[in-house]
């Protein structure tokens, strides 16, 4: 072969080689392209600057050092945190990926997580500052700071913080900030109507029993990993004049002493009144179960009748760490049965509220049952003492089964339609 013929053929082989690279290159995602609108709509608004994920994802900076971690994340399907089975009923605020969404993931960092043109990057979602909810319209706040002292275990305290509202407000949602959530390990606050000003600020071992608690009032508790609660379109709480919101904290010592004081922001409602849909709830609990040691599966079943015609609208399993997984039912009067939720791998650090997308009619008579199973084994990492004999307790190494539901009325959802019409 001559000399000429052979450089001839290296130099093709050299530009096929160029040009499949190239080809190679174009097919990788980019962060600018494909992998920031990802980011913007599933996982910043918990990845971002002082907010509750241990880093963000903002920006390329941000993001490119967790590359492969975020790959192994979402392979694994661990983020964005989802825990309802898909195929059982359509919720508002499903957040987890599909599977082509996981597949661009992985195909940006197995090509080397480029940045791509910036030209490509898309705006940037904006948020306000500490908020996930958006800037609230009223922040009720602790009359004073609670000290949290370095060690040993707290006890469940109950503090009472105003509103000094003086009149009636409907609310579209609601958000706890915690002062120091690296103290804070849940909050449930009950509104109630309060009894006149001044209040006893000082915490207290038992809740007041001498105020009524306001049906359907919420100014959002506090779990894990839980950002604030926006309600549905024309769906709204109502927190009256003077209300109170008596909160029992959890707090835990993290071995220095902290500062905490707590706010709850809320979001006034714009829809017109006669067209809202007033939210309620409630739970379904056993608070007299008992788990052996050594039980890998133990079933724990609880059943709440429904007096009157009512729309269910969410649902949230609470569990502590030997909690396994939690299934609700409904069933209809009529015999009919019906999953509206099922949970099978509960995670005690990602406690969510599954938002149906359209509310479901629980009418008169019907039953709403939660059955939940729980790991008392060695098996479970997370358990305290496979060797403990479990029962209802309001301490994390304690067990908790609770079914919370939340609710809108139907005669108000009737209204807005006739209204519509």
């Known amino acids: 072969m001559r000399k000429d013929s052979i450089l001839v053929g290296l130099a093709v082989l050299a530009v096929s080689g160029i040009a499949n690279a190239s080809e190679r290159a174009e097919d990788v995602p ?53 825990g309802a089975a898909h195929g059982i009923q359509q919720y508002a605020n499903d957040q987890s990926l599909p599977s082509e969404t996981i597949a661009t993931i992985s195909a940006w960092v197995d090509g080397g997580a480029p940045r791509g043109n910036p030209s490509d990057l898309p705006d940037a979602p904006q948020f306000t500052d500490g908020w996930s909810i958006g800037e609230p319209d009223l922040v009720f706040t602790m009359v004073e700071p609670y000290h949290v002292p370095p060690d040993g275990t707290i006890p469940y305290l109950y503090i009472t913080v105003p509103t000094n509202l003086t009149e009636d407000i409907w609310i579209s949602a609601t958000e706890y900030r915690p002062g120091d959530k690296r103290v804070v390990h849940h ?76 706010s709850w922001g809320v979001v006034l409602t714009k829809e017109p009144l006669e067209n809202l849909r007033k939210t309620g709830g409630g739970q379904v609990a056993d608070l007299r179960f008992s788990i052996p040691p050594h039980d890998g599966n133990h079933e724990v079943r609880a059943v709440r009748r429904i ?67 729980f790991d008392n084994s060695a098996n479970n990492k997370y358990n305290p003492d496979p060797n403990a004999e479990v029962r209802f307790g309001e301490q994390t190494w304690e067990e908790m089964m609770i079914g919370f539901y939340g609710t809108v009325d139907v005669e108000a959802a009737e209204k807005k339609a006739t209204n519509n019409n």
Request: aromatic residues 8%; glycine residues 6%.
């Open 30 to 82: 980019t962060f600018s392209k494909d992998i920031a609108p990802i980011f913007y709509k599933s996982c910043v608004s918990c990845h971002r600057e002082n907010h509750i994920a241990p880093m963000s994802l903002m920006t390329y900076e941000d993001s490119r050092p967790w590359a492969r971690a975020i790959k192994q994340k979402v392979e694994a399907r661990e983020m964005p945190p989802w």
């Open 187 to 262: 909050v449930i606050p009950d509104v109630k109507q309060g009894n006149g000003y001044p209040i006893d600020p000082s915490p207290k071992l038992e809740r007041d029993r001498s105020k009524k608690s306001i049906p359907g009032a919420t100014v959002g508790g506090f779990v894990p990993n839980r950002l604030g609660l926006k309600f549905p379109d024309g769906v709204a709480s109502r927190i009256p004049a003077g209300a109170e919101v008596e909160a029992q904290m959890h707090y835990t010592s993290i071995g220095i002493p902290v500062t905490d004081q707590s």
């Open 307 to 373: 007096k009157t015609d009512t729309l269910l609208a969410n649902m949230m399993p609470h569990m502590h760490v030997r909690g396994k997984d939690a299934k609700y039912t409904l069933r209809y009067p009529d015999g009919r049965e019906e999953v509206v939720l099922w949970v099978p791998n509960y995670d005690f650090n990602w406690q969510l509220r599954y938002e149906l997308v359209e509310p479901i009619l629980m009418p008169a008579g019907s039953e709403l049952e939660v059955v939940m199973h």
